[in-house]
């Protein structure tokens, strides 16, 4: 007696339609698949158009902000050896200047690479919060600051980059000059382009989070700490509410990031999530309403995804 033989014909034909159904939402979901590879496939950007992307770096964070004033904000530039891989990536999106470089806090997944952008790269402004760490790392940043004849700006809550009406770029944390974790010194920015807003939280926990008095409301949020499970607050979320998410990690990461928890709160609270680790580079793109996100890996352009009615 075959295996088969269990399936009565009622079940069997339960099962073509299953596999129907998957066959055709694979279809579908393939039609509007386009390969962005690393984003240098994208269309250019559109006039007045904030573009971000979440450059993959493996487990760390790097962030590249084409404002829609044309200025150019880099934050954070992953572990010691992305920092070449993330000055060739900001090359290919024809930038050559950074107007404003932010390192969110002395860890090296975030400053790692700093030294290489700095050294390669126009630095225009450099902001990091006031925390000071013994390593290497940190002196390498400090080191090609001063080679390039730079001084650091101090990243702290209310400190604004740039506000002209219509896009707004601030700092929301950290609120307190120290903190026991120096995740918690993460530097958080806050961009407001009209209707549309970012967030971008660094390694911020959830003592950070809770010190917050700033409005952190915002349609995509950049997951702190890599999704894990010591940021991302109930609170916090609460106050965001955001439509979308990227966390930024490391394909098999030692930390086990994104922390199951942190991903079922996402999923609670109704956000689209992106991954570094699953999606490879995320783009976002906004003109100050709704927004537009394109991924590497999955090569699906999910550019008819407006999510303009998803935001709360
Ligand atoms: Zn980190």
Same mark, same amino acid.
């Given at each position: 007696m075959s295996k088969h033989k269990f399936y009565g014909k009622k079940r069997y034909y339960?099962?073509?339609?299953?596999?129907?159904?998957?066959?055709?939402?694979?279809?579908?979901?393939?039609a509007t698949k386009t390969s962005i590879h690393g984003g240098v496939a994208l269309e250019e950007r559109a006039e007045d158009a904030l573009r971000v992307h979440y450059i993959d770096v493996g487990q760390g964070d790097s962030e590249l902000i084409e404002l829609p004033n044309d200025e150019v904000m880099l934050i954070d530039a992953g572990e010691n050896d992305k920092g070449g891989l993330v000055a060739d990536y900001v090359r290919s999106q024809g930038i050559d200047k950074i107007d404003y470089l932010v390192g969110t806090h002395p860890h090296s997944d975030h400053i790692g690479g700093l030294d290489t952008v700095?050294?390669?790269?126009?630095?225009?402004?450099?902001?990091?919060?006031?925390?000071?760490?013994? @390593?290497?790392?940190?002196?390498?940043?400090?080191?090609?600051?001063?080679?390039?004849?730079?001084?650091?700006?101090?990243?702290?809550?209310?400190?604004?980059?740039?506000?002209?009406?219509?896009?707004?770029? @601030?700092?929301?944390?950290?609120?307190?000059?120290?903190?026991?974790?120096?995740?918690?010194?993460?530097?958080?920015?806050?961009?407001?382009?009209k209707g549309s807003s970012f967030l971008f939280t660094g390694d911020a926990e959830e003592q950070a989070e809770g010190d917050i008095t700033a409005d952190v409301r915002a349609d995509i949020l950049k997951v702190g700490h890599h999704g894990s499970s010591t940021s991302s607050s109930w609170d916090f979320l609460d106050r965001v509410k955001p439509s979308c998410a990227v966390i930024s990690c490391g394909e098999g990461n030692d930390y086990g990031h994104p922390h199951t928890e942190t991903l079922e709160k996402l999923s609670d609270i109704g956000a689209a999530v992106y991954r570094t680790d699953l999606d490879g580079t995320v783009i976002i793109e906004t003109q100050g309403d709704g927004y537009t996100v394109y991924t590497e890996n999955s090569e699906e352009n999910r550019g008819d995804n407006n999510y303009e009615n998803q935001r709360k």
């Open positions: 339960t099962l073509i339609f299953v596999l129907a159904v998957l066959i055709a939402a694979f279809v579908y979901s393939t700095i050294d390669e790269l126009e630095i225009g402004k450099i902001y990091m919060p006031r925390a000071s760490s013994d @390593t290497k790392t940190f002196s390498d940043v400090l080191d090609a600051v001063e080679r390039k004849g730079l001084s650091v700006n101090s990243a702290k809550a209310g400190v604004e980059i740039l506000n002209d009406g219509d896009l707004s770029v @601030t700092f929301v944390a950290p609120v307190r000059e120290a903190y026991k974790s120096l995740n918690n010194v993460s530097a958080i920015v806050k961009i407001v382009y």
